[in-house]
Each structure stands twice: as C-alpha cells, then as structure tokens.
C-alpha cells in the first residue's frame, strides 16, 4: 500500500442516495493530496500501514475516555450544594443585604441639603449618602452596589468559564469560590456601625461575585448528568428513537433541575425562618439582619463538605498546548461570539433570557425597597413577606412540573406560559396611580410575595433546561458563563436604570414602567426561538477547537471501519464509501444524522456499514418511496394492465391504470396512494 495519502474532492456533485453507497459515482473525482477530508468539520482518513496501527490502539483509548454515569451519591453531593449556596440568594441578597446596605447608608446619610442628618424613623424619608466623590439616594446605594458587583461577574464568568472545560477544574473552581464566598458572607458580623456601611458594600460586592461563579460551574453540571444519567444510558443502549430520547433527555433534565431548586428553597427557607426569628428577639435591628446574614453564610460553609466529598472529578480534554492561563477563556469566549451565525438559536434565547432574567431579579429588589419606604413596612413584615417567596417556589417548581407532565407541554412553551403569567406583576404595581389598589397595603406585599415565588422558581428551572440542552458537549462552563451574565450578570441593568428612576422622582412606583417592558420584549423573543433547530441542526453540533480533537479521533475510527469492511484495500468500494458518508453529514436537511453521530448515538462501527438508504433524511427517504412506487406502478401497467393512460397537464400529472378488462384499478396523483 502506498505510504502518499489521498483526499476526497468534496466539491464533486451530491450522490444519489437511492444508490447503496452511492457506487455510481465516479471514483476519478478522488485526488491524493492529505489525510484529512470533512466529517461534519473534519473527518481524518489516512492510508498508510503506520497511521493504521495507530487506529488500533485509538479503539482502547477511545474506550477509556468514556462518561462514568452519575451515581445517586454524586447526585446527593449536586443536590446539597445548592441546598448550601440558595440561602445566600433566599436569605442574604435578596432580603437582608439590601435592607442592611439601606438602613447602615440612611443612619450615615444627610438630608438633601447634604448637610442634616437623615431621621429615618420618618415615613417615606427622601436622603442622601455618600458614594465615591458624590452622593446617592440612600435606597439607591444597595442598587449600585450590587450593580458593580454584577458587572465584576461578568469578568469571572468569562474570565474562568472556559478553563473549568479543562482537566478537572470544574469542581476546584467550584469549591475555591464558594469558600470565599461563604467566608465573606460571615464577615458581615464585622460592620459594628453605620459610619462602616462601605465596608458592607464591599462585603457585598464579593460575596456576590463568588456566589455568581460558584453557580456557574454547578449549573454546567445539568447537561453532563442528562448525559450519563442511567435512564438516559439504558435508553441509548436500547436503541429508542431519536424523539423519544430527546423526550427522556428532557425529563431527566427537568426533574434533576426541579429537585435541585425544590432542596435549595427548602433549604432557604429553614434559615430564613431561623433568621427572622433572631431579628424577631433582637428587636428587628440592623445587627440582627447582620447576624442573619452571617448565619447563611455558616450554613453555605458547613453544607460545603458535601459536594467536596460526593462529587467526583470528572476529567476533560487538558488546555491546549500553548495557551495561556489567564487569557484562554476570554479568548475562547471571543471565538465562541465570532459564531453567533451558527448559533443564532441559542444567542436568540440568551438575549431574550438577558432581558427577561433582569426583569424578575430587579423586581424582588424594588418590592422591598418599595414596601419599606412608600408603605413603611417594618422588617418583621418584609421578613414574613421573604419567607412566602421560597416556600411557594417550592410548591410552584412542583405545580408547573406536574402541569407541564399532565399535558404533554415542551419546555419552551412553560416559559412562554411563566414568563406572561409574570408581566402581571408590574402591571398590578402600576395600577396604584389610578386605583385604590396596586401595592398600596401591607397585605398586597404578601400577596405579591405568593405570586412572585410561584413563577419565579418555575421559570428558571425552565430556562436553564432549555439553555443546558442546547450547548455543545464540553462547552457547559463555557456556555453557562454566558448565560450567568444573562442571568445575575445581567440584573446591573434593572439596578442601574431603577436607581436612576429613583434618584429622579423620588417615587419607586415610576420603575413598573420599566419593569413591564423588560417582561414583554423577551416573550416576543423567545417565541421566535426555534427549539427543533437549536437542538438538533448546527446550533447543536457546532464544532469549534475544543470539539475537533474528538471528532478526529471518531472520523478516524470510522475510517477504520471502512477500510476494514473494504478487506484493507483502498479500492472503489472504500473510496464511494467514505464519498457517502461525507455527503450526508453534510447534508443541511438531515441535521439528526450529524447529531447522532457526534454525540455517540450512532457508533462508529455501525454508523461505517450504514447505506445510503439507512443515512437519508426522513425528506430524502420519503422522495426514495415514491419514485419505488412510481417504478412498481410502470412495471405493473407494462405486465398485467392495459392500457395504461398518461394525463400530461403539467399542473397536475395524472396516472390511470386499468385492468385487461378495461375496468380503471387506479387514478390518481398523489405516488404515496396504495395501489
């Protein structure tokens, strides 16, 4: 055999897929340059005796790189880390720092003369505080700081997402954050008075970001759980139809979302409880939201132990040669971008979810605010209305799982549903201007408090399933590190603008305006998603430098294959062969085909004795069956009927066959019709 190795022109015209093979091809279009040709984006087949011995050891190597399946204990050590890291986001971000940062900048703060201290005792109190060089309306400091700290996540997130893709950084990345970040949360005991509220703004901004970070990486742990979890396995293994996995992929997914946000609201819940009833026998103090706030942060610390003994270290592709550790992700993340026109579905999603995500997450932050100084609400009733938010996420992560169960609904459709059933809420805020009703009462706060929670907790589940599902394999991190910035990155835009609002009219009720635009644009954008085309055409299989390695190594088991099935000889039988295969997987109408076979659902062995018949698009195959029958129908005519009359209108060809009694047997148009 001739060491030269020899390429496939993939310029030459489509073959025809009723051909096994597609033999008539003209083997001369076959040129000798290289060794590579394009499987999806490259495929590698080599001739040579020396690169064929190396196929033989890829066969092992390939084996041993396989997914461990997750284990229940795995799936207690994902569960628990939520149930540690949610009673930041129940508890602290949500609930108490905000009301801390605005009570410690008030007791610092001045009048708007900037110059007389600021009474807080007084009912819907308008005063100022420094901040940097300037000043801020004090309900407005809590929403800038949290606005820087999310636009210093937006760093993180891609400053490290792309590196936890690699080796086993995923869970050191994990935990380190989440160290630091339960450690700072604790350090809130040492804001001892007022005159430190921007020590507390500091805490702020680095318990956030951590926080943020530490959720990235246990979120891009959905999809590779969906992926080896052993009903998904067993489903594989059993040959199911397409569909019908992608319908267990999505239940799995679902479930494994749902039970991890029901823990963690439970979770947030007991030590919300908890720490109401501290503030309760402390009089509803500043120090006592403080000490709070520190209690979640020991919880975080304490139920950390979990998932750094149960979670195994998963191994993934190691950086690649020469790159740098600082600058990799974001590099990675610049190429990702550059992409966006094969992942249009996916971006479409993320932009509306940017939009959406901010919308709700600024929402909570302006009710509280809105709640304290427009209603005088006191903190025991704030603190009652925080606890009712988590315990109905609970029941409402359930309630819509089961709906969505009971009526067959896709994912995409419940976060359409969510997302209108939320816009209501601002809606019912703005009706206070013309109405004796609309946030008004104290006892609206806790209604407000049920509702939000019932759809808050749904929704994300969702939206994160439908995102999880969409991302190429080995690109979680990468991938949830942008839709993070969407997410809690992204909520430095409500902030920002509603502070403005703020600072302006002295009115938060002004915000609902906002609020409600920030509801209605996403849903227009997220009807406009195509879910089919995001998972299973080239939004799904997009190949990029992390992806090629792999796919190589698969192109060159399947030449393997090939070449073994052709008696190891490059003759006319290998050549069509492999013409075959490139031409369907490029093929831009059977988008299932490259799908199965770059996530392993086709084998490489299998997928080498696949004819052309058995690759064809379910399109292809349908056009197949009707020139079969239109073949069966002129045989039939030729051999046992007479006589055959042809109706040559051009608009509608028709076809008669009669029997040799002249009896009609058959009329029509339609060459899928039973003769």
Avoid at 125 to 153: M, N
Avoid at 202 to 230: D, E, K, M, Q
Avoid at 234 to 249: C, H
Avoid at 311 to 332: A, I, M, T, V
């Amino acid at each position: 055999m001739s060491e030269k190795p020899w390429r496939l022109n993939v310029d030459i015209p489509t073959p025809s897929l009723g051909t096994p093979n597609s033999s008539t091809l003209d083997v001369n279009s076959v040129i000798t340059e290289n060794d590579e040709l394009s499987l999806g984006k490259t495929i590698t087949i080599t001739t040579s005796q020396h690169n064929l011995k190396q196929f033989y050891g890829n066969i092992e190597d390939d084996k041993g790189d396989e997914e461990p399946p997750v284990t229940s204990k795995e799936l207690r050590g994902w569960y628990m880390y939520n149930a540690a890291t949610e009673v930041y986001s129940v508890v602290a971000i949500t609930v108490f720092i905000p009301i801390i940062l605005e009570n410690l900048a008030g007791e610092a703060g001045f009048l708007l003369d900037r110059v007389t201290p600021c009474d807080t005792t007084i009912k819907d109190y308008k005063c100022v505080t420094r901040y940097g060089t300037g000043f801020v309306d004090t309900a407005s400091f809590s929403l800038y700081t949290i606005s820087i700290s999310v636009l210093i996540q937006c760093l993180v997130y891609i400053g490290f997402g792309s590196l936890a893709d690699h080796g086993e950084n995923q869970k050191k990345l994990l935990m380190l954050f989440s160290y630091i970040g339960a450690i700072s949360v604790i350090a809130f005991l040492s804001v001892v008075n007022s005159s430190l509220y921007w020590l507390a703004g500091l805490l702020t901004i680095i318990s956030n970001v951590c926080f943020g970070a530490g959720f990235v990486f246990y979120l891009a742990y959905i999809p590779v759980f969906t992926r080896v979890h052993p009903r998904v396995i067993e489903a594989k293994s059993s040959g199911v139809s397409i569909q019908d996995l992608s319908r267990i992929e999505e239940e799995v997914a679902n479930r494994l979302s749902s039970h991890s946000m029901a823990i963690g609201y439970a979770s947030g819940v007991l030590i919300l409880i908890i720490a109401a009833a501290i503030s309760y026998l402390m009089n509803g103090t500043t120090y006592s939201l403080q000490v709070g706030t520190a209690l979640a942060g020991a919880w975080w610390l304490m139920l950390l132990t979990f998932p750094l003994i149960w979670l195994q270290r998963r191994k993934s592709p190691p950086l690649p040669n020469g790159e740098n550790f600082l600058f990799y992700s974001f590099k990675r993340v610049g190429k990702t971008l550059q992409s966006t026109r094969q992942l249009l579905q996916t971006i479409k999603f993320l932009i509306s979810w940017f939009i959406l995500s901010d919308g709700f997450n600024t929402i909570a932050s302006v009710a509280i605010l809105f709640g304290k100084k427009s209603l005088n609400i006191g903190n025991t009733e704030l603190l009652i209305a925080a606890v009712l938010i988590p315990i109905s996420a609970f029941v409402g992560v359930y309630t819509f799982l089961f709906i969505q169960q009971k009526f067959e609904l896709s994912t995409r459709t419940m976060i359409l549903i969510l997302g209108t059933l939320h816009s209501l809420i601002p809606i019912y805020g703005l009706l206070g201007f013309v109405s004796p009703i609309g946030l008004k009462f104290t006892v609206e706060i806790y209604i407000f408090a049920i509702y939000f929670g019932l759809v808050l907790g749904a929704l994300q589940s969702y939206c994160r399933v439908l995102f999880g599902s969409m991302i190429p394999k080995g690109h979680e991190n990468e991938f949830f590190g942008l839709y993070e910035i969407t997410d809690k990155g992204s909520s430095w835009i409500g902030p920002l603008v509603t502070g403005f609002i703020g600072d302006l009219t002295h009115d938060l009720r002004y915000c609902f305006w906002f609020l409600l635009v920030m509801m209605i644009i996403p849903l227009l954008l997220i009807y406009t998603v195509n879910v089919e085309q995001a998972l299973l055409g080239d939004d799904k299989t997009t190949i990029n430098e992390a992806e090629e390695s792999r796919l190589a190594e698969k192109a060159r088991l399947i030449e393997h294959y090939i070449y073994r099935d052709s008696n190891f000889t490059v003759n006319k039988h290998y050549k069509d062969t492999a013409r075959s295969k490139i031409w369907n997987l490029k093929d831009k109408k059977n988008p299932k085909l490259r799908r199965n076979v770059a996530e392993g659902i086709i084998s490489e062995e299998y997928f080498a004795k696949m004819d052309a018949e058995a690759m064809a698009s379910k399109e292809r195959k349908r056009q197949n069956t009707m020139i079969r029958k239109n073949s069966l129908a002129s045989s039939i005519a030729v051999a046992d009927y007479k006589p055959v009359q042809y109706y040559s209108d051009p608009s509608e060809p028709k076809i008669t066959l009669s029997d040799r009694a002249g009896n009609r047997v058959w009329s029509g148009t339609d060459m899928d019709s039973t003769i």
